[in-house]
């Protein structure tokens, strides 16, 4: 199985790609300026990033030029969440309180892929300014928090998926089997 990681300058990609190397994946860290349609890869999934979604600079390279045309399940984290709702028609805004560590999560679809067979209520790591504020049209919302009113959304027909959340970090108490159900989506 090969899933590449698409760095956004986040300060924890390099544990994105060690936990998928851990679970005996073929992952690699790639700039988000390599175009990703055609890959020959299993799923992608879209780092966390330094930078507000709301500032100028924070495109995510060429993501938009090839997200469209990939077929493979995709697992937005912390930007990569927002940018994907920003890219998908939702809104992404300034939180009132930053979040910046342990926080528990509700989770409101608990047959969801990532969440199946988990915790209703979790502990995760966040480390994070900005939040999702409007999902894209047609999406659901699959978890919540007290101050974040979207920590993990789902495409409604294709595999894409964000978590406002950091799974890769050993805070986050199901992280690993996030990563696991994942993975498993990429198989199918």
Known sequence: M???VVDNGGQWTHREWRVLRDLD????IV?????LAGADVDGIVLSGGALSMESSAAPLGIVDQWIERVTVPILGICVGHQYLARHFGGAVGRNST???G???I??????HPLFV????HQRVWESHNDSVTQLPPGWHRVAHSDGCPVEAMSHPS?????VQFHPEVEHTEQGREIFQRFLAVCRK
């Open 106 to 111: 509700t989770v409101d679809e608990p047959a």
């Open 117 to 120: 067979g988990l915790p209703e």
């Open 25 to 28: 994946v073929d992952s690699e």
């Open 2 to 4: 090969r899933i590449p």
């Open 31 to 35: 700039p988000n300026t390599q175009d």
């Open 102 to 104: 342990r926080v528990t």
């Open 98 to 100: 930053p979040a910046f």
């Open 158 to 162: 294709r595999p894409i998926y964000g």
